[in-house]
């Protein structure tokens, strides 16, 4: 589904992607992790052509992005939640889902909604109400509702727990779950090392623009370097 390879970016002089090699197969539950300012949201958004790498290769389902804006990649079944969630706070819960949909000319709109209500029923109780009376967390499930509503084949979520509490998190963490298990394939970055474990398949661990571990989650859960650095242990 992604193939990156010896992926680079630089903010001018500074190189904050250093040759990241990653995949995501089709199906796949995969997190990111790493400390803050380890270089995971310049990766994501590299990914979604919102930044353009300096170097290395990027393939959605075989096809280079190299040419390609993030609008032509969404409409290709990418669709990024980004790290603050990005909700336009003065329309609606429904009409920032249906924004989601903006690019679809398909019948299956209406349908699709109920589904993300359905997924969601706090979403459906705010649905009159706008964006920006929402809670955080509230907030977070309608930015994974809005990008669901674009029918993603990869889902990119950036730091979907951060500002959140507890019980909400985990709230947020079972909604991305449901998600994989209907199908869709995720790339999750995360600075909660645990949680994102857990819930994925696969893991790579990034340092200063690097990746310096990767492989199945549980044996990352279980590394004692992982867990000395993430894990407070």
Same mark, same amino acid.
């Given at each position: 589904?992604?193939?990156?390879?010896?992926?680079?970016?630089?903010?001018?002089?500074? +190189?904050?992607?250093?040759?990241?090699?990653?995949?995501?197969?089709?199906?796949?539950?995969?997190?990111?992790?790493?400390?803050?300012?380890?270089?995971?949201?310049?990766? =994501?958004?590299?990914?979604?052509?919102?930044?353009?790498?300096?170097?290395?290769?990027?393939? &959605?389902?075989?096809? /280079?992005?190299?040419?390609?804006?993030?609008?032509?990649?969404?409409?290709?079944? !990418? +669709?990024?939640?980004?790290?603050?969630?990005?909700?336009?706070?003065? =329309?609606? $819960?429904?009409?920032? !889902?249906?924004?989601?949909?903006?690019?679809?000319?398909?019948?299956?709109?209406?349908?699709? =909604?109920?589904?993300?209500?359905?997924?969601?029923?706090? !979403?459906?109780?705010?649905?009159?109400?706008?964006?920006?009376?929402? /809670?955080?967390?509230?907030?977070?499930?309608?930015?994974?509702?809005?990008?669901?509503?674009?029918?993603?084949?990869? !889902?990119?979520?950036?730091?979907?727990?951060?500002?959140?509490?507890?019980?909400? $998190?985990?709230?947020?963490?079972?909604?991305?779950?449901?998600?994989?298990?209907?199908?869709?394939?995720?790339?999750?970055?995360?600075?909660?090392?645990?949680?994102? &474990?857990?819930? %994925?398949?696969?893991?790579?661990?990034?340092?200063?623009? +690097?990746?310096? &571990?990767?492989?199945?989650?549980?044996?990352?859960?279980?590394?004692?370097?992982?867990?000395? %650095?993430?894990?407070?242990?």
């Amino acid at each position: 589904m992604l193939e990156v390879r010896g992926l680079e970016v630089h903010y001018g002089g500074i +190189a904050a992607v250093k040759g990241v090699d990653l995949d995501v197969r089709e199906g796949e539950l995969v997190c990111l992790i790493g400390a803050n300012g380890a270089g995971k949201t310049t990766t =994501l958004k590299a990914i979604a052509a919102m930044l353009r790498p300096s170097k290395g290769e990027i393939r &959605l389902g075989g096809v /280079s992005t190299r040419a390609l804006a993030s609008y032509e990649l969404v409409r290709r079944g !990418l +669709a990024l939640v980004p790290e603050g969630r990005g909700i336009f706070g003065r =329309l609606t $819960v429904r009409e920032n !889902l249906e924004m989601g949909a903006y690019h679809r000319n398909d019948g299956g709109v209406g349908q699709d =909604l109920e589904k993300v209500f359905a997924l969601m029923p706090r !979403l459906f109780e705010r649905r009159e109400q706008t964006g920006g009376t929402l /809670s955080g967390g509230e907030q977070q499930m309608l930015a994974i509702g809005r990008a669901l509503m674009s029918r993603p084949k990869l !889902l990119l979520l950036d730091e979907p727990s951060m500002g959140l509490a507890p019980l909400i $998190v985990q709230k947020v963490f079972e909604t991305i779950q449901s998600v994989a298990r209907d199908g869709v394939t995720i790339l999750l970055v995360e600075q909660n090392a645990k949680l994102a &474990l857990q819930l %994925a398949g696969r893991g790579y661990v990034m340092e200063s623009g +690097a990746i310096v &571990l990767a492989g199945e989650a549980s044996a990352l859960l279980a590394d004692r370097r992982v867990r000395e %650095a993430y894990l407070g242990e």
